[in-house]
């Protein structure tokens, strides 16, 4: 399956774990560019640098209210020690000043209520930036994918395009507005920590500094250890969901073909293959935490019997050395938090290179300024000396030319990759020519603008396009402002009337997203219904009979007819018995022309054409 290709991206919702727990170990995805692509990411929050400078500050004050906290505590903690101490002494009338240790809680009260109105205000103003910044994003993303060429498309997996529009948005998404004040408050938190254990005592604080070093050391000897069996979970994961996407999507030759037991045991075995590294990978990146734990209760317990020797030596308060334990305990806590969210910036900014990535492909030649407009077009259609290639160095189409007059149907025969669909395509512009001229109405194609050039054809192909929603809706789309009317006499046109009022919901009909519930010669009918109801004046149809049966081909015959009716037809045969009345044949093989004529000019011919038509000819009468 095509997805399978894009399994790392399609599934990077499970890279988030890091958040959420210690699990450092587990590889992300990294940019090639990362702080080309950080700086390309910050230009987009550019237009919102007060409010993120407003961001910054309240970071800070909601963060020096919740720090400055445990050290107001901590005099309370010691007022309480004193009074004990005093009246164990035996000291006449001492009494515990409890009218200061309620000051000291109501002002701790006061504290965490304004850090807690300070952070709220915060997310509130992050969300809102994080949001418009990704508003801003999907537009030109938007904009960006009408402005690219066809080639685009076909170079590309669906899968891969929708990842870059979806999931690498939303990885931005969720890391602007969670991971960014996650970050700036981690920082601040540290630094203020440090701030508030060094005016307690500087020599605790470099007993508690000086545990870093083993911090890193374990944590980057566990990542070593657990990445990769990360790397072999995303990896079965990614077979796992291609394999059940892929039996999915073919389950009725699956089981056509009696191959249930034989995807049960593929699936079971990859699903085996991910629980094993499953496993393995979290539990061995499961360790980083009890590790660090137990890295943490070492300088907890150096520090609270330093501190107990100052306390006795009367050089620091119980006090002070409460609110120090503390700290030490919300020491470690930023520190993991900001090498989480470093990690999870690397997958975020592989995800905006990617996103950057499509903004930065070629787009379509711009249409021209001075552009002309075909008031009411004719169909006279022209290639002169058109040449073309997919690849440089590998031309396709080389010295085309057809001259075409109003109201002619054009038949285009020839082998696989013989060039048909290409001239379709360089017809409407979805690629354009190397050489040469395409003229329509005397006026060069490239003079026109798209949307005025594509608006003289309707096109009819052999893979009926229909989108979710009601028969009434897909038929109406041909035509912008098109009332019920419109609908029911297009409808009539295409011989598909009949079997749409015989529907239960009749042209109400939601049609699923496969338009499953209707069959392909239904389909087939309401696109001409469309075409119709377009009014084009020239028309691409694809052999749209191939997959019908004969009654239904009967009907998708007469519709066309119809359709074709005073319009120029151009028509990728591929039973040629289906254009012998054509005016215009053109036989084509490795991008040329090699014959031209009608039906019986070419049978008389007696050359490639003729053994086309023999060919088939035979193989329905065998």
Known sequence: MSEERNDKYTNKGQNRGPMAGPHMGMPVEKAKDFKGTLRRLLGYLKPHLIKLITVLLLSVLSTMFSIVSPKIMGKAITKIFEGVMLRLKGVPGVQIDFDYILQIILILVV?????????????????????????????????????????????????????????????IATTLQQSMTQLITSIITLIGIIVMMLSISPFMTLILVATL?????????????????????????????????????????????????????????????????????????????????????????????????????????????????????QFTHPITQTANIANLLQSTAASAERVFELLDEDEEIPDSK???????????????????????????????????????????????????????????????????????????????????????????????????????????????????????????????????????????????????NISQGQKQLITIARAILADPAVLILDEATSSVDTRTEFYIQKAMTELMKGRTSFVIAHRLSTIRNADLILVMNNGRIIEKGNHDELLAKDDFYADLYNSQFLNQAG
């Open 370 to 516: 001075a552009a002309k407009l075909i008031q009411t077009p004719k169909g006279e259609v022209k290639f002169q000396n058109v040449k073309f290639s997919y690849k440089k160095d590998v031309p396709l189409i080389e010295d085309l030319n057809i001259d075409v007059q109003e109201g002619q149907t054009v038949a285009i025969v020839g082998p696989t990759g013989a060039g048909k669909t290409t001239l379709v395509n360089l017809l409407m512009r979805f690629y354009e020519t190397d050489e040469g001229i395409i003229s329509v109405d005397g006026v060069n194609i490239k003079d026109l603008k798209r949307k005025d050039l594509r608006r003289i054809f309707g096109m009819v192909l052999q893979d009926a396009w229909l989108f979710n929603g009601t028969i009434r809706d897909n038929i109406a789309y041909g035509r912008e402002g098109a009332t019920d009317e419109d609908v029911f006499w297009a409808a009539k046109a295409a011989n598909a009337d009949y079997f749409i009022r015989t529907l239960p919901e009749g042209y109400n009909t939601i049609l699923n997203e496969e338009a499953s």
């Open 111 to 171: 504290l965490y209520l304004i850090s807690a109105f300070f952070s709220y205000i915060q997310q509130f103003v992050m969300a809102g930036v994080a949001q418009k910044t990704v508003y801003d994003l999907r537009n030109d993303i938007n904009d960006k994918l009408y402005r690219l060429p066809l080639k685009y498309f076909d170079s590309r997996t669906h899968g891969d395009i929708l990842s870059r529009i979806t999931n690498d948005v939303d990885n």
């Open 213 to 329: 070093p083993l911090y890193v050391f374990v944590t980057k000897a566990i990542a070593t250890r657990s990445q990769k069996y990360f790397a072999t979970q995303q990896k079965a994961l990614g077979e796992l969901n291609g394999h059940v996407e892929e039996m999915y999507t073919g389950h009725k030759i699956v089981k056509a073909f009696g191959h249930e037991e034989k995807t049960i045991d593929k699936f079971n075995s990859i699903n085996e293959k991910l629980y094993d590294s499953s496993r393995r990978a979290q539990f061995i990146s499961g360790i980083i935490m009890p590790v660090m734990e137990f890295i943490n209760n070492i300088g907890y317990v150096l520090v609270s019997v330093i501190g107990g020797i100052f306390v006795t030596k009367q050089t620091l308060a119980i006090g002070d050395v409460q609110a120090f334990i503390q700290y030490s305990r």
